[in-house]
């Protein structure tokens, strides 16, 4: 996984107001999940920016803290505009967190970006993310006339942070006509695909040239 540096600013106020005034600045208002789990009632002190959502409302005794930030619209475009998946250090007011890109909310018109979601990572908790799929080879299908399709441009995958490749190889070189490659056919070392194992991921399409030949060798 690529890393990406990036600067935010913890953000105390969340109203509708400041947060017109943030995207007036050319700010996009954000927030970091995934953070620490706390006993309740919490006695320490919360940082600028945190707040304690409580996770466990039926004994009401366990909490975990999010951050509400603001990064810089000209700072993440790298980030948001490409398919890539990047490890992020994310430095609040000096204090790095890793974290990755979880969500984002465009403005349905304009198409800006409205909020960012963030989510902090660690060695110790899996997350799942979407990675993009890579076709590799040639496929006897195409070879005989077929269409390759790829149905599936990203996949699911639950693992820790660090072992999310940036790619996902899907080999297709003995992929026959009219044949497919299902997630449950997909197997990686570390990770956990979390799409339903009958999705088609990609397929050779059967063409009416193909058909044509298929039959005269038939015939």
Same mark, same amino acid.
């Given at each position: 996984?690529?890393?990406f540096q990036l600067k ?7 109203? /509708?107001?400041? %947060? &017109? ?6 700010? #996009?208002?954000? $927030?970091? +999940?995934?953070?620490? =789990?706390?006993?309740?009632?919490? /006695?320490?002190? %919360? &940082? ?6 409580? #996770?466990?409302? $039926?004994? +009401?005794?366990?909490? =975990? ?60 908790k899996p997350i799942i ?91």
């Amino acid at each position: 996984m690529k890393k990406f540096q990036l600067k935010a600013e913890a953000r105390p106020e969340s109203g /509708k107001k400041s %947060l &017109k005034a943030l995207r007036a600045e050319g700010k #996009i208002p954000a $927030v970091l +999940n995934g953070g620490k =789990i706390v006993e309740l009632p919490f /006695k320490g002190t %919360l &940082k600028p920016g945190e707040k304690l959502v409580v #996770i466990d409302k $039926v004994k +009401n005794n366990r909490g =975990i803290l999010t951050t509400d930030i603001a990064v810089k619209e000209e700072d993440v475009r790298k980030l948001i505009y490409t398919p890539d998946i990047f490890e992020i250090d994310l430095d609040i007011n000096g204090e790095t967190r890793k974290a990755v890109m979880k969500d984002l909310q465009f403005q349905p018109v304009k198409d800006t970006v409205l909020h960012i979601d963030f989510l902090e990572v660690g060695h110790d908790k899996p997350i799942i993310m979407e990675v993009p799929v890579q076709i590799e080879g040639h496929a006897e299908g195409v070879k005989a006339g077929g269409k390759l399709q790829l149905s599936m441009r990203k996949l699911k995958v639950k693992a820790l942070y660090d072992q999310i490749p940036e790619r996902l190889i899907v080999n297709v070189d003995s992929l026959g006509l009219g044949k497919s490659i299902a997630v449950g056919d997909l197997h990686y070392d570390g990770l956990e695909l979390m799409n339903a194992k009958n999705a088609v991921v990609c397929a050779v399409q059967l063409t009416r040239a193909a058909r044509g030949a298929q039959a005269k060798a038939e015939a």
